[in-house]
C-alpha cells in the first residue's frame, strides 16, 4: 500500500532532551516536507527536500534540523526541544517538487514537550 | 509571499444541504489550488484541486470554483453527509516550496 509512515504517532518529552521523528515514503517520491499544524493557523512548512541531500527552510524552521540521506526518509530533528514546540506534525511527500503535484501526508505525530 | 484566508472557521449544516467554504489568497502569480479534507486522528488527505486555468471543477457531490480576477475560491460540498464531517483546508501555491493554507473549517453535519 502506498504511504507515507510517521514515528512516533504520540510523544511527550521534557525540554531540552533531543528527539528524532521519523517519516517513511514508499512511492519513491523526490519531494519531502514537515509541516506543523496549530489550531488557527492551519499547517506551516518546517522544512522541505527537492531530493536527496537537498534541504531547505521553509516558514518557520527555528529549532528543528532534518536531513534527506535516502530517498524514502525524511527525519525531523529537534535538538533541544521547547514548549512552544509542542505541535501537530505531519509528514508530506510528492512526485515532484513543482506546483500542481499531489501531496500525500502521514498520520501525524502529537508531540507534547513539558 | 502567498497569504491564504479561509472563511468560516466552523460550519454546521444538516444532512442534506449544501456547504461552501471560501478562501482567499494574496499572490496572483500562484497557480495551483487544492482542497485537503482532514478527519480525526488522521493526516489531511487531497480531494480536489484546481488550476488557474480552469474556473471550476466538479467530482461526483464536491466542487470548486476559481476567480482569479477577485484571488478566491470556494469548495463547495452538495447533499451533505454525517461522513462529510471532517476539518477542510484550502491551500495556494506556485509550487510545493511555496504552498501556504487556510486555517481551517471544521465542517459538522448534523444526521
Known amino acids: 500500500e502506498a504511504q507515507v509512515t510517521q514515528n512516533p504517532r504520540y510523544l511527550i518529552t521534557v525540554t531540552g532532551k533531543k528527539l528524532t521523528v521519523t517519516c517513511s515514503q514508499n512511492m519513491n517520491h523526490e519531494y519531502m516536507s514537515w509541516y506543523r499544524q496549530d489550531p488557527g493557523l492551519g499547517l506551516r512548512q518546517i522544512y522541505y527536500?527537492?531530493?536527496?541531500?537537498?534541504?531547505d527552510k521553509g516558514d518557520v524552521p527555528e529549532g528543528y534540523k532534518v536531513s534527506r540521506k535516502e530517498k524514502r526518509n525524511f527525519p525531523l530533528i529537534l535538538e533541544s526541544p521547547s514548549p512552544n514546540q509542542t505541535s501537530l506534525y505531519f509528514c508530506a511527500s510528492s512526485l515532484f517538487w513543482s506546483g500542481g503535484e499531489t501531496q500525500y501526508f502521514g498520520p501525524g505525530t502529537r508531540l507534547l514537550v513539558l | 509571499g502567498e497569504n491564504v484566508e479561509q472563511h468560516p472557521s466552523t460550519l454546521s449544516v444538516q444532512e442534506g444541504d449544501s456547504a461552501v467554504i471560501k478562501c482567499t489568497y494574496s499572490d496572483s502569480a500562484s497557480n495551483y489550488f487544492p482542497w485537503y479534507k482532514q478527519e480525526l486522528g488522521k493526516g489531511p488527505q487531497l480531494i480536489i484541486d484546481i488550476r488557474s486555468n480552469v474556473g471550476e471543477k466538479k467530482d461526483q457531490r464536491i466542487a470548486v470554483t476559481l476567480n482569479k480576477t477577485a484571488k478566491h475560491f470556494s469548495l463547495h460540498i452538495t447533499e451533505t453527509q454525517p461522513e462529510d464531517s471532517a476539518v477542510y483546508f484550502c491551500a495556494a501555491s506556485k509550487d510545493n516550496n511555496d504552498m501556504r493554507f487556510g486555517a481551517g473549517t471544521r465542517l459538522t453535519v448534523k444526521p
Open positions: 527536500s527537492m531530493n536527496v541531500e537537498v534541504t
